[in-house]
């Protein structure tokens, strides 16, 4: 009989054999020591497998988790919650209170402009300034840069009379409070752009002298500044050369009446107003304002049958303004320093401005300006649809015009809306 | 009592032995096995009690989504027990805890036929028994047991060989 298969052996031990195998495999084992040891070894197997199975019995109870009641929210979800409330929180109340800054702010920087004159201009931030450093600079107009300014301002266009508008407009001013500061809101921001028109155009406050009762106007100090602006706007060149000073400061963006909840809103285009601002060209017409959230879309016919398309991406956050005056306060000096350059832009302008005083003048002056055309951040071709994006200087929004035209075209209209947007921001300034 | 009732007393503890040595993990077994004896209940007629039901906790176990799972979780244990073994001053709690791991590890080494045919047999199932369960053929089981405690042992016998050394060269 040949030897023994460990299987069999295994088979034998665990006594799975039938009773005549069982008996011929213990006869063989019996005659064959190979075998028997094999079935010694065998055994010890048997013995020793069970032995470590058995170390496998003292497996711990809890490796599963006793189904634990399942908690509604991760504590983490909470937490993150109560952060984000409590941001949320303090932002909205920081905003507000900066939202009164930087209205507050561009009083002050009013003020400032109608107590140096013209070239106080040079002292207010693009975006607003926090109302304290305004105020330092409503009380002492910056020495450096506004008595050259205003010294040169003097030379090119000097009018008695706008000195003395000056030198009024500058009593109550100057002795603002920051109380008072806070009354003038709606007066103050109104105006923003004609004053800065008027200073840049060169053209003398006509109606510079403070008169006594305007309805509109609820601080009385900044009576004389909106007066002079009424004024102002009523020509052309100041209303365009507006322009440059709304790029480079940003705070007369905010609306006159501080109930209208967001300030680039105010940018509405009103044709009677960009009418006269634009050099001989009538104003694109509007075909329509397809409603959409997050974004002012306007519809401009440039050609019998040929329409673009004016995308305003709306910053929809309501203190967006305010947003950007507290951005703007930490860059204040930088903010300075391109005041400085737009002011010496708009002085080079003003001699163009004074010289003629006409649509054209204020065309040249606003092309002139730092800001003017704004930088085209992109252009897309598709489909034969041409689309350009640049940012608003006055708003901050992203504009996205886009038509089937040429993008050379486009540009064109571009530029024509930029002053059209500008004269109305002017008007919107001085009807709210 | 019913015929649930006998089966359970009759077999639940070899089930749950065989079961927590398959899996390590008394809970996981006591679960498995409660499954294996509610799926009992829905059967008209069982003709070899022993091996349906360790068939049947078998195939619950080869749950794939299950094992990966509670695999994970067993080796956590694995960590975990070895970290407490190392903080451990007493030498039993340690040896028993080294006794355990190398065993798991020796039996995880098992391809799964032997490694449940194994388990199978510890728990008294006869060959045929075994067969059924597994879908074997009777004749191969000896086979496959001979093959499988063998390799256990050898495998068992490996590790504390490593496991040895290791403490020798550490005490040198």
């Known amino acids: 009989m040949q030897h023994l298969d460990e299987g069999t052996i295994h088979s034998w031990l665990d006594g799975a054999l039938s009773a005549e195998e069982a008996a011929r495999v213990e006869a063989h084992v019996k005659e064959c020591p190979q075998c028997a040891a094999a079935v010694a070894e065998a055994r010890g197997f048997i013995a020793g497998a069970s032995r470590i199975l058995t170390a496998l019995d003292n497996a711990p109870r809890g490796v599963i988790p006793v189904a634990a009641p399942k908690k509604r929210f991760d504590p983490l979800v909470w937490r993150v919650a109560a952060t984000v409330l409590v941001v949320a929180s303090a932002s909205l109340l920081l905003f507000r209170d900066g939202g009164r800054e930087a209205q507050n702010a561009t009083l002050s920087a009013d003020s400032a402009r109608s107590a140096t004159g013209p070239s106080a201009v040079t002292t207010i931030a693009p975006a607003a300034p926090n109302a304290d450093a305004a105020l330092k600079e409503t009380a002492r107009p910056s020495p450096t840069t506004a008595r050259p300014l205003q010294a040169a301002a003097e030379s090119k266009s000097p009018t008695t009379k706008q000195d003395n508008v000056s030198i009024k407009a500058s009593q109550p001013s100057v002795g603002l409070t920051e109380k008072g500061v806070a009354k003038g809101v709606a007066g103050g921001t109104v105006t923003g752009v004609q004053a800065m028109a008027g200073a840049v155009s060169g053209v003398p406050y006509p109606g510079g002298k403070p008169s006594p009762a305007s309805p509109k106007i609820t601080a009385h100090e900044n009576q004389a500044v909106a007066d002079q602006d009424r004024s102002v706007t009523t020509g052309n060149a100041p209303t365009s050369s507006g322009y440059a000073g709304a790029a480079a400061a940003s705070p007369v963006a905010i609306p006159p009446v501080a109930t209208l909840p967001i300030a680039p809103q105010a940018l509405r285009i009103r044709g009677a107003i960009s009418r006269d601002a634009l050099s001989g060209q009538t104003p694109l017409k509007v075909v329509g304002n397809p409603k959409m959230i997050g974004a002012k879309v306007t519809l401009y016919e440039v050609s019998p049958g040929d329409t673009v398309t004016l995308r305003e991406e709306l910053n929809l956050r309501l203190e967006a303004v305010v947003v950007t005056g507290a951005a703007a306060a930490r860059q204040a000096p930088q903010s300075v320093e391109k005041s400085a350059a737009a002011a010496r832009a708009r002085h080079a302008d003003t001699a163009v401005a004074s010289a003629a005083d006409s649509q054209r003048g204020a065309m040249e002056s606003l092309r002139r300006a730092p800001s003017f055309p704004a930088p085209i951040s992109r252009v897309d071709v598709t489909d034969g649809v041409t689309m350009i994006s640049w940012v608003d200087a006055t708003s901050g929004n992203t504009l996205r015009l886009s038509g089937r035209i040429p993008e050379a075209r486009l540009r064109q209209i571009k530029i024509r809306l930029e002053v059209e947007r500008a004269a109305a921001a002017a008007a919107a300034k001085q009807n709210p | ?172």
């Open chain 2, 1 to 172: 009592m019913t015929d649930v009732e006998r089966l359970f007393r009759t077999y639940n503890a070899a089930l749950v032995r065989y079961l927590t040595r398959r899996l390590g993990d008394r809970d996981w077994a006591e679960e498995v096995a409660q499954e294996t004896f509610v799926r009992a209940l829905r059967q008209t007629s069982i003709q070899n009690e022993r091996a349906w039901l360790f068939a049947v906790a078998t195939n619950l176990v080869r749950d794939e989504a299950r094992k990966d799972m509670r695999r994970r979780k067993h080796l956590a244990l694995l960590a975990e027990e070895e970290r407490d073994a190392m903080v451990e001053p007493e030498e039993t709690t340690l040896e028993r805890a080294q006794d355990a791991a190398m065993a798991r590890k020796a039996i995880d080494a098992l391809v799964e036929k032997d490694r449940l045919a194994l388990l199978m047999r510890e728990e008294g199932l006869d060959y045929n028994e075994i067969a059924e369960a597994l879908e074997l053929s009777p004749g191969s089981v000896g086979t496959t047991l001979s093959r499988a405690r063998r390799r256990l042992v050898e495998s068992y016998e490996a590790l504390q060989k490593s496991q040895e050394e290791r403490e020798k060269n550490a005490a040198s």
